[in-house]
């Protein structure tokens, strides 16, 4: 990668994260509205990635791109209040665990890579990952979980902004990871 493109997806990260945190503080959404708003956009950042990756990991790139799909498919439902026929008291619920399982799971397939800011990323989102699953379970106000969301864009932003992949004394930065 160059260090070029890590600049644009870090700066595209921490665009994508201010938004959705902006998104908390206006009155027009519902809680559903504002997290259905913030998994899309976390959507968006996974196809950042599906299309980055792809000359180099076909594999990586099409988790990335199914992950997108789900993410964009769970915000809509979140968004318009879908509700699964089945599971009509619990699909809000239901979603929202999605979304953390896609965070986790993003967050694995990162950690897998080969470069080490790949692997810090992985284990930031792993960790977020874990933190959106728990606040799923316990927390009563769920407007947390898009905070967490929002987040966690910004770190993965600033760390792809800051640290170029080749690990070396660069810009000024030194390595995180």
Same mark, same amino acid.
């Given at each position: ?18 938004? @959705?945190?902006?998104?908390? #503080? +206006? ?20 196809? %950042?990635?599906?299309?980055? @990756?792809?000359?180099?990991?076909? #594999?990586?790139? +099409? ?6 799909? @789900?993410?964009?498919? +769970? ?21 929202? /665990? ?13 950690? +897998? ?16 990952? %874990?933190?959106?699953?728990? #606040? ?11 905070? %967490? ?5 910004? @770190? ?12 070396? /004394? ?6 995180? #990871?």
């Amino acid at each position: 990668m160059s260090r070029a493109e890590d600049t644009l997806r870090g700066i595209i990260a921490i665009i994508v994260g201010i938004f @959705v945190i902006a998104i908390l #503080f +206006t009155k027009n959404f519902t809680i559903n509205e504002s997290i259905g708003i913030g998994i899309a956009f976390l959507g968006v950042w996974m196809l %950042v990635l599906s299309y980055d @990756v792809k000359n180099f990991n076909r #594999f990586e790139s +099409t988790l990335y791109f199914i992950l997108f799909l @789900v993410s964009i498919i +769970t915000g809509i439902f979140l968004y318009f209040n879908i509700q699964l026929s089945m599971l009509s008291s619990y699909s809000s619920n239901l979603w929202i /665990y999605i979304t953390g399982i896609l965070i986790l799971t993003s967050g694995i397939i990162a950690a +897998t890579g080969k470069e080490t800011i790949e692997k810090g990323t992985g284990i930031i989102g792993i960790i977020l990952g %874990v933190i959106f699953l728990i #606040f799923t379970y316990y927390m009563y106000n769920q407007l947390y979980l898009a905070f %967490v969301i929002g987040i966690w864009l910004i @770190v993965i932003g600033i760390i792809q902004f800051f640290i170029s992949y080749d690990q070396e /004394y660069e810009y000024g930065f030194y390595k995180l #990871f």
